[in-house]
């Protein structure tokens, strides 16, 4: 920007700086405070709820302004990126005092939704992910880093829809920021993000995202690893890895130590969970409030640490494949869940044990302070400890982890030796360093609190070596420490002293020792509190450069953690061990769903079998009416195969389960107005993409289909969509479809696989009691109106309700329908429509009889004969 010389210098370094950082509020540091102007101050105010002034700056106008106290400036930041705002923070690099003109400024960090790391801002057992997506031709590369763990991800999606694909991949991390290149900016596929993610949306420069470009940046920062990526997931997903570190690199303006390496990994190798099946499903989140009680995590989550928390939502959000890795955790559970007494001394020494990953991030990343280290030196103090309580382990993982555990010794030592256990919160005021640590320090502390025994020792000494008994040391502020004889003592003067001043009765004197003492005394707590700044600095980097040593030592802490959490589950809800192969049988003796049975107290939950595979049991309607527990038995069978191949034990008293590939849940709709969609079309869309995606591994959860539109087109559409999906030839993968057309209930013995649960109900004379029971069998009633009595429906509607139902099957509507049923054939998994309508053409008497009428030649008598026994006929279903 060009200079305007009607603008003070402060005013012309200020916008100077902020045309550089056009996107984020522009923290500039005056003096004691940060100042914003212009219109980031009157965002600023408005967001922050604090007095807009103005200043002179050489302008027509005052300039708007803004400022909050620089202590306070990390809440103040905060509460910016809460609000979706980015925060450039403006810093005077020199001492005000030495400057010649205008203070020297620079950008130091800027502050993002995905870079912040205050404490105050995140949530101590959830990642706070940036992610980074690229873009080439129709495929995709995305990357996702959390700054203050160092965790570094990175994959291609390559294939079959991939927009949607990776819609559902930015779902799992749930990123807080999304870094895209400018050429996306305008596509549908932002537009999505913004709708079903709601991440804040950065931008980067195209050239940014050019797969050489990129490859290069992340060989200069990770070096040569990065060529052990699999050659499928090496060109998109690189463009959006090197893209990202860029990004944060830029913003954090330091070195990122604490990112040792960038993980490539594939979609594929974990579960596959849309963004529809893990809202559905409950999983970290309820549906309705958003809250992570009353979630699956809310159960599961009895993690001691915040490592071990964080990492048992991801074992949530990833479910594995690998059948040895899901036993693997299943073992090490097992083994904690049996040895009660160690399962509770480990987690008594994790109590004690901080967050390491996010205290090594902030070490890295130079914004640790004092009270950081002795938060990591009371967790290292904890490690061997926890260590040796892993000697006694022999299942794989934990076994594994006590042969290769860091207990870093060496890094509790040296805060130990260094830092005093109870610091002040400022850097530079002192009190940081223990004595002994440094010498010099400990020369300038002793300057500041004997200093005055300093100086009497030198006066005594100084009239022992020059004879002369009335010699004094004093003080002035003009010329500091000084040495007094009087007259009549002049010859007694050594050489050494040098003349300052001349009074009536005597000289005064100073000597270079004296000048020292007077220089260390005067000066001693400025410079102690100096140098105790610069050692904590050497000793913060020291640490640095240990980060990968303490991130890996972290994530074991996080593991053990981890497992010791899903014992203490397993033991205090009594779940079972499944046995987890891979199969298609999924056998669930007495199941019960995890939170449902939480919330109501165990004992209270009907328990429930459930029999899938791919075989004979392969597609299950279940009927019964609207709150008997049809969605609560479904759901509960998918959260069951979810934890099983999380590694953790399960609310059943039997389990065997297939490995699912997948789980696809269609699960009650609404309209989605953002993007203009009705209630039946998100329906189809959701529908659509669980026949496009799903396989003979997968599991579907499909709670009504087609209830949007009218009778017979959802009837038509719930019956293709049974027929398509149970098909083998089509999909024929397990399946739960829950449903109010009991219509369906005629497919059992017609389509292969298909077979007919319901809800058990008893009918009292006031009404029905749900026995929440699975039988197999279909419902003979949907018992709507009972259901809509016990919602509190008054009684006027309901009798109605009665009413006009009795008109509705005196019509005969469904035993007309029924006769469809019974003459339906099985063509190629199929059912022949045709022949449907043949039976409904000719299976009438009445009809037949109406048709052969000669109505030219009949008397009236006749007519009259021949319309009552018709009517007899049409009352007995005829």
């Known amino acids: 920007m060009s200079?305007?010389?009607?603008?003070?210098?402060?005013?012309?370094?200020?916008?100077?700086?902020?045309?550089?950082?056009?996107?984020?509020?522009?923290?500039?540091?005056?003096?004691?405070?940060?100042?914003?102007?212009?219109?980031?101050?009157?965002?600023?105010?408005?967001?922050?709820?604090?007095?807009?002034?103005?200043?002179?700056?050489?302008?027509?106008?005052?300039?708007?302004?803004?400022?909050?106290?620089?202590?306070?400036?990390?809440?103040?930041?905060?509460?910016?990126?809460?609000?979706?705002?980015?925060?450039?923070?403006?810093?005077?690099?020199?001492?005000?005092?030495?400057?010649?003109?205008?203070?020297?400024?620079?950008?130091?960090?800027?502050?993002?939704?995905?870079?912040?790391?205050?404490?105050s801002v995140l949530d101590e057992k959830k990642n706070n992910y940036i992610a980074c997506i690229s873009r080439t031709g129709s495929?995709?590369?995305?990357?996702?880093?959390?700054?203050?763990?160092?965790?570094?991800?990175?994959?291609?999606?390559?294939?079959?829809?991939?927009?949607?694909?990776?819609?559902?991949e930015i779902a799992k991390y749930m990123p807080s920021e999304i870094v895209i290149p400018y050429g996306m900016a305008d596509t549908g596929l932002t537009g999505m993000i913004k709708s079903r993610i709601g991440s804040y949306i950065s931008y980067m420069d195209d050239n940014a995202f050019e797969s050489e470009k990129a490859s290069n940046t992340l060989k200069e920062f990770f070096g040569p690893q990065v060529e052990s990526f699999e050659p499928d997931l090496a060109l998109y997903a690189i463009s959006a890895a090197g893209a990202l570190i860029t990004y944060i690199s830029a913003a954090q303006k330091t070195t990122l130590g604490h990112f040792s390496a960038v993980?490539?990994?594939?979609?594929?190798?974990?579960?596959?969970?849309?963004?529809?099946?893990?809202?559905?499903?409950?999983?970290?989140?309820?549906?309705?409030?958003?809250?992570?009680?009353?979630?699956?995590?809310?159960?599961?989550?009895?993690?001691?640490?915040?490592?071990?928390?964080?990492?048992?939502?991801?074992?949530?959000?990833?479910?594995?494949?690998?059948?040895?890795?899901?036993?693997?955790?299943?073992?090490?559970?097992?083994?904690?869940?049996?040895?009660?007494?160690?399962?509770?001394?480990?987690?008594?020494?994790?109590?004690?044990?901080?967050?390491?990953?996010?205290?090594?991030?902030?070490?890295?990343?130079?914004?640790?302070?004092?009270?950081?280290?002795?938060?990591?030196?009371?967790?290292?103090?904890?490690?061997?400890?926890?260590?040796?309580?892993?000697?006694?382990?022999?299942?794989?993982?934990?076994?594994?982890?006590?042969?290769?555990?860091?207990?870093?010794?060496?890094?509790?030592?040296?805060?130990?030796?260094?830092?005093?256990?109870?610091?002040?919160?400022?850097?530079?005021?002192?009190?940081?360093?223990?004595?002994?640590?440094?010498?010099?320090?400990?020369?300038?502390?002793?300057?500041?609190?004997?200093?005055?025994?300093?100086?009497?020792?030198?006066?005594?000494?100084?009239?022992?070596?020059?004879?002369?008994?009335?010699?004094?040391?004093?003080?002035?502020?003009?010329?500091?420490?000084?040495?007094e004889v009087t007259r009549s003592h002049l010859d007694l003067v050594p050489e050494n002293y040098i003349r300052k001043q001349t009074l009536a009765n005597c000289e005064r004197y100073i000597t270079d020792e004296l000048k020292k003492i007077e220089d260390t005394v005067l000066h001693a707590e400025e410079k102690l509190a100096a140098l105790e700044y610069e050692l904590f600095l050497e000793v913060r980097q020291k640490i640095a450069d240990a980060a990968v040593r303490i991130k890996n030592s972290a994530f074991m802490v996080a593991v053990t953690d981890a497992v010791a959490s899903l014992a203490e589950l397993a033991d205090r809800e009594d779940y079972r061990r499944p046995d987890v192969n891979d199969g298609s049988l999924i056998k669930i003796i007495e199941g019960r769903h995890p939170v449902v049975e939480k919330n109501i107290g165990y004992g209270s939950f009907v328990p429930n079998d459930t029999l899938l595979d791919n075989d004979e049991n392969r597609f299950l309607i279940i009927t019964g009416p609207n709150m008997a527990g049809k969605s609560t038995y479904m759901r509960q069978t998918a959260l069951i195969v979810i934890m099983a191949q999380m590694g953790s034990f399960v609310p059943a008293a039997e389990a065997v389960i297939g490995v699912a590939d997948r789980i696809f849940t269609r699960v009650?709709?609404?309209?989605?107005?953002?993007?203009?969609?009705?209630?039946?079309?998100?329906?189809?869309?959701?529908?659509?993409s669980i026949i496009n995606n799903a396989t003979p591994k997968s599991l579907l959860i499909l709670d009504e289909i087609g209830r949007g539109t009218s009778t017979f087109d959802g009837l038509s559409i719930a019956w293709a969509v049974t027929e398509f999906i149970s098909s083998r030839d089509k999909i024929g993968c397990r399946t739960l479809f829950a449903t109010h057309y009991h219509e369906l209930t005629e497919l059992e013995g017609k389509l292969s696989g298909v077979?007919?649960?319901?809800?058990?109900?008893?009918?009292?004379?006031?009404?029905?009691?749900?026995?929440?029971?699975?039988?197999?069998?279909?419902?003979?009633?949907?018992?709507?109106?009972?259901?809509?009595?016990?919602?509190?429906?008054?009684?006027?509607?309901?009798?109605?309700?009665?009413?006009i139902l009795k008109i509705l099957e005196d019509a005969d509507v469904s035993k007309r329908f029924s006769r469809i049923r019974r003459g339906a054939k099985n063509v190629d998994g199929q059912v022949d429509i045709f022949a449907f309508m043949n039976t409904v053409n000719s299976g009438s008497e009445v009809l037949e009889e109406l048709k052969n009428i000669d109505i030219r030649n009949i008397t009236p008598v006749d007519a009259l004969n021949i319309l009552y026994s018709l009517q007899k006929k049409a009352k007995k279903g005829i």
């Open 3 to 119: 200079d305007n010389p009607s603008v003070t210098p402060m005013m012309q370094q200020y916008l100077d700086m902020k045309e550089h950082y056009k996107d984020c509020i522009l923290f500039f540091r005056l003096g004691d405070f940060y100042e914003m102007f212009n219109e980031d101050a009157v965002k600023a105010s408005k967001e922050l709820e604090i007095a807009l002034t103005g200043r002179d700056c050489g302008l027509g106008e005052r300039a708007p302004m803004c400022g909050v106290p620089y202590h306070a400036a990390d809440t103040y930041i905060s509460k910016l990126i809460e609000k979706g705002y980015k925060v450039a923070i403006c810093e005077q690099t020199e001492d005000p005092a030495m400057a010649k003109g205008i203070v020297k400024r620079e950008v130091i960090k800027i502050v993002t939704p995905g870079t912040v790391t205050d404490n």
């Open 139 to 168: 495929y995709y590369g995305f990357a996702a880093a959390d700054v203050l763990t160092g965790e570094f991800l990175a994959t291609s999606v390559t294939y079959g829809s991939a927009e949607e694909r990776l819609l559902n």
């Open 263 to 483: 993980k490539g990994y594939k979609i594929e190798d974990y579960m596959v969970l849309d963004q529809t099946a893990r809202r559905n499903l409950e999983l970290t989140e309820t549906l309705r409030d958003r809250r992570r009680k009353g979630s699956l995590l809310g159960v599961a989550d009895r993690s001691v640490t915040s490592m071990g928390g964080r990492l048992i939502r991801k074992w949530i959000e990833e479910p594995l494949l690998d059948i040895e890795a899901i036993n693997s955790r299943l073992d090490s559970v097992a083994e904690l869940k049996e040895k009660y007494m160690l399962r509770m001394e480990i987690r008594e020494i994790l109590r004690k044990i901080y967050d390491m990953e996010r205290l090594s991030g902030r070490i890295s990343l130079g914004s640790a302070q004092c009270r950081d280290l002795i938060s990591l030196r009371i967790s290292a103090g904890q490690l061997p400890f926890l260590k040796e309580l892993l000697r006694g382990c022999s299942s794989g993982m934990l076994f594994d982890i006590y042969n290769s555990f860091d207990a870093l010794e060496d890094i509790y030592e040296l805060i130990n030796s260094a830092i005093n256990d109870d610091p002040p919160l400022s850097l530079k005021d002192g009190g940081i360093i223990k004595e002994g640590y440094s010498e010099e320090a400990d020369r300038l502390r002793a300057a500041g609190t004997e200093g005055k025994n300093w100086i009497a020792a030198m006066e005594t000494a100084e009239k022992d070596r020059t004879g002369i008994r009335n010699l004094k040391v004093g003080f002035n502020k003009v010329f500091g420490y000084y040495i």
């Open 668 to 688: 009650g709709a609404s309209d989605d107005l953002s993007s203009g969609q009705s209630t039946f079309m998100v329906e189809m869309s959701e529908v659509a």
């Open 755 to 803: 077979k007919n649960y319901c809800i058990t109900v008893e009918e009292k004379d006031d009404g029905i009691v749900f026995l929440r029971k699975i039988i197999r069998g279909g419902a003979d009633e949907s018992y709507g109106i009972q259901v809509a009595k016990l919602a509190g429906i008054p009684s006027p509607v309901t009798e109605r309700a009665h009413e």
